[in-house]
Each structure stands twice: as structure tokens, then as C-alpha cells.
């Protein structure tokens, strides 16, 4: 069974940084391209960042240039860098693999990240 759980979201001042991790296990975490989404309330979860097995990485176009993704295969772990956060990026933020066409239905509890302005 795949389990995912994120770490490292709190309360953090606009212009502020969090750095979230996301540690998973019951996968080959290797193989995978992993995505960070995240969720705001009233709204659907939204894929933030992505980062393929070899490191490639893309971006919505609202976090390009402030959000880094990277990953540890070593440790089955994939972070999430986020600097000069914005109100808007308030919202609890999930990991898992990006699997275009596939609904992810396994997804871990989240970390909330709260930015007040």
C-alpha cells in the first residue's frame, strides 16, 4: 500500500518561506514522476510543481520562479522549497505521483500551509 506523508507547513508571514516534505513508501519511488498539489478552501486540488524520475521539473505558471521541487530517491522523499509566499499560496498541500490520465485516490493527510498578509 503506497502511504505518503507530508511534513513542514505552518503559519508563515507573506514574503516568508516553508520548505515541505513529502516522505513515501509501498513504491518504487525511483521510477516515479512525483508531483506537489495543493488545495484551497472552496476550491479543486491544483498540480503546483512536478519533477520526473531523471529530475526534470515544471511549474504553474502562479509559483514559477518562487516554489523548487527536488528530490531524494535515497530517502523516497520529495520537497517542496516555497519562498516569497503570497496569501494566495494558503492551502493545505498533498504529494504524489504524477500519473497523467490516472485519478490519484491514495492521497496522504496533507500539510497545511497558512500565509497571513
Known amino acids: 500500500q503506497v502511504q505518503l506523508v507530508e511534513s513542514g507547513g505552518g503559519l508563515v508571514q507573506a514574503g516568508g518561506s516553508l520548505r515541505l516534505s513529502c516522505a513515501a513508501s509501498?513504491?518504487?519511488?525511483?521510477?516515479?514522476?512525483m508531483g506537489w498539489y495543493r488545495q484551497a478552501p472552496g476550491k479543486e486540488r491544483e498540480l503546483v510543481a512536478k519533477i520526473t524520475s531523471n529530475g526534470n521539473t515544471n511549474y504553474a505558471d502562479s509559483v514559477k520562479g518562487r516554489f523548487t521541487i527536488s528530490r531524494d530517491n535515497a530517502k523516497n522523499t520529495v520537497y517542496l522549497e516555497m519562498k516569497s509566499l503570497k496569501s494566495e499560496d494558503t492551502a493545505v498541500y498533498y504529494c504524489?505521483?504524477?500519473?497523467?490520465?490516472?485519478?490519484?485516490?491514495?492521497w496522504g493527510q496533507g500539510t497545511q500551509v497558512t500565509v497571513s498578509s
Open positions: 509501498g513504491l518504487t519511488f525511483g521510477s516515479y514522476a
Open positions: 504524489a505521483p504524477y500519473l497523467p490520465g490516472v485519478q490519484w485516490r491514495n
